[in-house]
């Protein structure tokens, strides 16, 4: 049997069965329209991307007028990384999503290895800690601390239920754009703190300062490096972190939130290895949860699979 031909029963099993994830599937201003051929082409607001997708590995019609001409192409280079081909695309432009509690506004513009700004995936987490936040916030003031947060869709949503929050990021130029969201979303004055620094750092400097926090968001890369030219291997640190983190939470605390875009660390391991730095730490209650998280698709009714995540929550 040719490989066309199981991906389509593969398509056909996926709407029979209803196979589940955790799907983003809320927006107005973004889509998934088709997928094929190693690239995926998306609408974003009013702009049409062709960007490379590491899970689409089938190849299937690619009949949406979209693909002849998008109005920007991110070529993958066999040397490594790729480029940019633009048409009629704008440096910067902004979407909407419409959040469990309030639109979030955020500013895209396309940099470096295929980017925008803006993992549209995790909105599904966005909505789910939201709900959580304003639930609790009810009854008290709730604090969040957002690692590793880039331009901050997690801590707009946070910020926009109701919480003070924390975000922290290595990179100046990521908090910044980060900033920049906070204000197009009407959260310019909002109880942010906004902090340039190394995340593990930051988090044992709060431990001895006796901080503590109602949830913990964290989005963690494969590799990288802190403000100060510190190494960071997922593989070899995140489960420090993890324990680490486990000691900013109470018996009053309400959800940590793990995220994760590294082969190899599917939602089983992370359910593991957050349960078990919250048992060290003498967190019994409460449930924990891990799965795939994925964006529909709008040609063929399949999820896209995008990462995974897990979930705490009291």
Not at 50 to 57: A, E, L, N, S, T
Not at 158 to 173: E, L, Q
Not at 195 to 208: G, H, T
Not at 217 to 245: H, N, Q, V
Request: proline letters at 5%.
């Amino acid at each position: 049997m040719h490989w066309n031909e199981i991906i389509c029963i593969a398509i056909r099993r996926v709407r029979e069965y209803d196979i589940r994830m955790w799907t983003a599937d809320k927006w107005k201003d973004y889509e998934v329209l088709d997928a094929s051929c190693g690239e995926k082409l998306e609408r974003w607001g009013d702009y049409i991307l062709v960007r490379p997708d590491p899970q689409v590995i089938w190849s299937t019609a690619k009949e949406h007028p979209g693909w002849k001409r998008p109005n920007g192409h991110y070529h993958r280079s066999k040397k490594g990384g790729g480029s940019w081909e633009f048409h009629d695309l704008p440096e910067t432009w902004s979407v909407r999503y419409p959040g469990a509690c309030g639109d979030l506004t955020f500013r895209l513009k396309p940099f470096q290895f295929k980017h925008t700004g803006l993992f549209p995936e995790q909105a599904v987490n966005w909505d789910w800690m939201s709900k959580q936040i304003k639930a609790a916030a009810q009854e008290r003031e709730v604090s969040v601390l957002n690692l590793f947060a880039y331009t901050g869709g997690a801590t707009l949503a946070a910020a926009k239920a109701g919480a003070k929050v924390v975000h922290v990021d290595a990179s100046k130029g990521m908090v910044g754009w980060a900033k920049e969201n906070a204000k197009l979303s009407g959260l310019g004055d909002a109880p942010v703190r906004w902090l340039v620094d190394d995340c593990m750092k930051f988090v044992k400097r709060e431990i001895r300062r006796g901080h503590r926090y109602d949830g913990i968001i964290m989005d963690p890369p494969s590799y990288g490096r802190g403000p100060g030219g510190e190494i960071w291997k997922i593989e070899e640190a995140i489960f420090d972190l993890l324990k680490a983190c486990a000691q900013l939470l109470d018996d009053d605390s309400v959800f940590f939130l793990l995220n994760s875009y590294t082969t190899g660390l599917q939602p089983a391991t992370m359910h593991y290895l957050l349960s078990s730095a919250l048992r060290d730490r003498g967190i019994g209650s409460g449930e924990t949860a891990a799965d795939e998280i994925g964006l529909p698709v709008t040609s063929s009714g399949l999820v896209l699979p995008c990462g995974a995540s897990c979930r705490w929550e009291r």
